[in-house]
């Protein structure tokens, strides 16, 4: 397995902590993190990173332009949500989508599926 590089973009703190655990668990390493749709906008256009873990909600806004601005560097990303598949942002409907809370082998799962074959 490779170590792949995460960008965390999760508004609760609790849940994020507990994410970065469970990423590191797996053997990544979540290089950067973000609680905020405006942090993770910034953060996702300038950090080196394999994959992006996005929250579909953020503090009541959508994720959806953290997601624009993964998509425009080409790398690959899924959303995290509480509320299932129906919050995903317009433009975005069919990517990945893993309810939270989830389980280590969900993450897993969902992060081997997501990334590139020789990511993982």
Same mark, same amino acid.
Do not use: H, N, R, Y
């Given at each position: 397995m490779t &170590? %792949?590089?995460i960008l965390l973009v999760?508004?609760? %703190? $609790?849940i994020r902590m507990m $994410?970065? &655990?469970m990423v590191e668990e797996l053997g990544h390493t979540v290089i950067a993190e973000a609680g905020s749709v405006d942090d993770g906008r910034s953060v996702a256009q300038i950090e080196g990173y394999d $994959? %992006?873990?996005l929250d579909i909600n953020l503090d009541g806004m959508s994720v959806r332009p953290v997601a624009e601005a993964v998509r425009s560097r080409g790398l =690959? +990303? +899924?959303f995290l949500s509480g509320y299932g598949s129906s !919050?995903? =942002?317009h433009g975005f409907e069919g990517?990945?989508?893993l309810a939270k809370p989830c389980t280590l082998d969900r993450l897993k799962d969902t992060i081997d599926a997501v990334l590139p074959i !020789?990511?993982?």
């Open positions: &170590q %792949a590089s999760e508004d609760e %703190a $609790l $994410l970065v &655990q $994959l %992006a873990i =690959p +990303f +899924f !919050g995903v =942002p990517t990945t989508v !020789g990511k993982t």
